[in-house]
């Protein structure tokens, strides 16, 4: 019984100076850049994969990139309209909706119609406005005719001929006919100011009414601003009043946007206007857009305890959209270095981020990181992986289905 004893004893030995062995010989072969844990025994097995040489060519395989990069945070935000290039249109006049020219969704230069009124107050307008044409041509009338009796009266005056008398009459007549013309011309052309604050600059109409004489109750309601039409309240037939609180058009250029983002309190401190934030919305998670800070506001909500920053942010092609829910990272630090690695290299998992790091030919191992911001494709790794290690990029995807 000894002798078994003995024997088995020395068997257990061997074989663990053969594990051994072996594990020195594989850290040896172990290429530069390539570091994992050697034991293959617990829970790191079942974060390994070795593929095969035909597998192996479908990978792209390079190492982490040491760059520079700023210690950054993230918060929650909202896409807006740039209330600095958008207005609400309004009817300066009560009247009833004829024609609808501009859809929602249209692109509109300013001075372009959206709508048509048939509107009492406009018509009466150009009523009133005819009226004091008559009545400038009515003095006019009167002053030549005023005018010529003067003449007449003071020929006669020069012959003895007449009264004094009458030459007064004839001179106070004239002068009454002077002022009455200058009052007709005065309500003229108040009434012109009149029909050009309803017609706008453009005098064509206002011509039309003095030359045709005739009244034309439509109007149309023009754009006010380049831009595109994002809202429309009325339809054929409506009523609508020049005093309305609701806007019956409002148009917007959708050319820059605004980002409205929530800072918890904490991080205001590093926020000042002019920095940079790196947006992404879930409509585009490939994508991230660059904003600059405008402003930052002067109180905290209550309930939440953050303050609303805004932002101007492009938008070529027009593919944000108001109300669209956005997650941005602002630096808040000094830039550190640390490596950098392909987004296609990135595996989620709800919350977690992994990466797949070639630890040996054909053998790869899953490693926990932590991700930062993101630019032009490749993405921060804060923690869990070291510059020069190489990852999986292209196909870390079908690395990780292995496992599964």
């Known amino acids: 019984m000894s002798f078994e004893f003995a024997l088995t004893t020395l068997r257990r030995h061997q074989a663990s100076m053969r594990k051994t062995a072996l594990a020195v010989a594989l850290a040896s072969l172990a290429l530069p850049g390539m570091a994992c844990a050697v034991d293959t025994d617990g829970p790191i097995a079942a974060s390994r994969v070795t593929v095969t040489g035909d597998q192996m060519r479908q990978l792209d395989i390079a190492p982490a990139r040491a760059k520079s990069f700023a210690i950054s945070k993230s918060a929650i935000g909202q896409i807006a309209f740039n209330e600095d290039a958008s207005t609400a249109v309004l009817s300066p006049f009560s009247g ?145 009043r020049a005093d309305a609180a609701e806007p019956l058009y409002s148009i917007s250029d959708l050319s820059v946007m605004w980002l409205k983002a929530y800072v918890p309190e904490s991080d205001i401190a590093h926020i000042r206007n002019g920095q940079e934030l790196q947006v992404k919305v879930s409509a585009f998670p490939d994508q991230v857009f660059t904003a600059r800070i405008t402003s930052v506001g002067a109180s905290s909500d209550q309930q939440t305890r953050r303050i609303v920053v805004r932002s101007e942010i492009d938008n070529p092609g027009k593919v944000l959209k108001a109300d669209m829910f956005a997650t941005f990272r602002i630096a808040t630090g000094e830039p550190k270095t640390g490596p950098m690695v392909p987004v296609t290299s990135i595996i989620r998992d709800g919350d977690a981020a992994s990466v797949w790091v070639e630890c040996e030919p054909r053998v790869f191992e899953r490693r926990k990181v932590m991700l930062g911001g993101e630019t032009n494709g490749q993405v921060q790794i804060v923690s869990g992986l070291n510059p020069g290690e190489r990852v999986v990029g292209r196909g870390a995807i079908f690395v990780d289905n292995e496992v599964k």
Do not use: C, W, Y
């Open 96 to 240: 009833r909706v004829t024609r609808l020219l501009k859809k929602i969704g249209e692109d509109v230069k300013r001075g372009e119609p959206l709508f048509e009124i048939d509107s009492p107050e406009v018509a009466q307008a150009q009523t009133d406005f005819i009226s004091t044409l008559q009545a400038l041509e009515k003095s006019k009338s009167q002053l030549n005719l005023t005018k010529r009796t003067l003449d007449r009266q003071l020929s006669l005056m020069s012959d003895k001929a007449t009264a004094m008398r009458d030459v007064d009459q004839a001179r106070n007549d004239h002068a009454a006919a002077e002022s009455d013309t200058a009052t007709a011309t005065g309500a003229v052309q108040a009434a012109r100011n009149k029909l050009r604050v309803i017609f706008g600059r453009d005098g064509a109409e206002i011509e039309r009414i003095e030359r045709e004489r005739i009244v034309n109750p439509l109007i149309t309601i023009n754009a006010p601003i380049d831009g595109t039409v994002v809202n429309r309240k009325i339809g054929p037939g409506q009523f609508v």
